[in-house]
């Protein structure tokens, strides 16, 4: 559910929106919460605005901004490209980008033609002249450094009777050898895929588009959709590998709030969601 615009973000979306027709400045104004690292404000039927919750974040927005202006229209569905430049205050960023209508389809669900065409739209975005603008692999729980961080500081915090099981999980994904690599978003489920009408319309949030092999937007689409979809729109070597990174996801969620500083509250939350799930899944 939305809520309305408190005082904080208001001035920065009156930033973001600073230049846009003053039917959007006026726009009624809601905030959707949609992940752990940012708020999207709508202005009704005008736009999105994004804010990054965390300071010092321009230049990385600036960076994925562009890469959502750079994909070509080519590749089939909606994307919230930009409406303004990305604006800056005490720290925070945010940007205004064009709304995308319809909403993300109920969990499970998903024709199986769609997804099948969405996975092969975005592997299809050519890597080449956006290489530079692509997130690393694994960056929002610690990029090159994420194994190391499972190891020393996110198997320890969990139960003592999962943490033999979350090591293999992540000795598992780590012996993933590179295949197939091609162009993934990254976060290809859920509040990120807008359905309409049964189709893909839209896709948000790419934040974490990097270079990987398929298995990695597979597993996003298992995780929102349903794994037992899997083998049914995607090879056998694409799916077991899309199963190995499913069983270190709530171990990623966990690492992105130790390496981004979050509460101890919020870490010891995110440490008891993912002990339970891997007692109950591994």
């Known amino acids: 559910m939305g809520k309305s615009v408190n005082g904080v973000l ?7 929106v600073d230049g846009l ?9 809601t905030v959707v919460d949609l992940g752990t690292a940012h708020t999207v404000v709508l202005l009704r039927g005008y736009a999105a605005v994004r804010v990054r919750r965390d300071l010092g974040t321009a230049a990385g927005m600036r960076r994925r901004q562009q890469l959502v202006d750079s994909i070509p229209a080519s590749v089939g569905f909606l994307l919230p490209r930009s409406l303004g430049p990305v604006v800056e205050l005490d720290g925070t960023s945010a940007v205004a980008t064009e709304l995308i209508p319809g909403a993300p389809c109920p969990a499970g669900e998903g024709d199986l ?17 956006i290489e530079e603008l692509l997130a690393e692999p694994l960056e929002f729980c610690g990029g090159a450094e994420w194994y190391g961080i499972q190891r020393k500081e996110v198997v320890p915090l969990l139960d003592g009777d999962v943490q033999g099981r979350a090591l293999h999980a992540v000795c598992a994904l780590a012996a993933l050898e590179p295949f197939r690599e091609v162009f993934a978003h ?4 859920g509040q990120n895929v807008f359905w309409d009408g049964g189709r893909v319309v ?13 298995s990695t937007d597979l597993a996003c689409v298992g995780a929102w959709n349903g ?3 899997l083998p049914l729109i995607a090879d056998s070597e694409d799916t077991s590998r ?9 171990l990623q969620q966990l690492a992105f709030a130790v390496v981004n500083g979050r509460s101890a509250e919020e870490i010891q939350r995110t440490a008891a969601r993912a002990s339970a799930w891997l007692r109950q899944n591994l």
């Open 227 to 229: 794994w037992d979809k």
């Open 10 to 16: 208001h001035d920065i979306v009156d930033l973001a």
């Open 202 to 214: 839209g896709v948000l949030d790419w934040d974490l588009a990097s270079r990987s092999d398929r």
């Open 113 to 129: 033609g769609e997804l099948r065409k969405l996975l092969a739209r975005v592997a299809s975005i050519p890597t080449g002249p």
């Open 242 to 250: 899309a199963l190995v990174r499913r069983n270190t996801f709530r």
């Open 186 to 189: 990254g976060d290809l489920a």
């Open 21 to 29: 027709p003053p039917g959007a400045q006026a726009a009624q104004r």
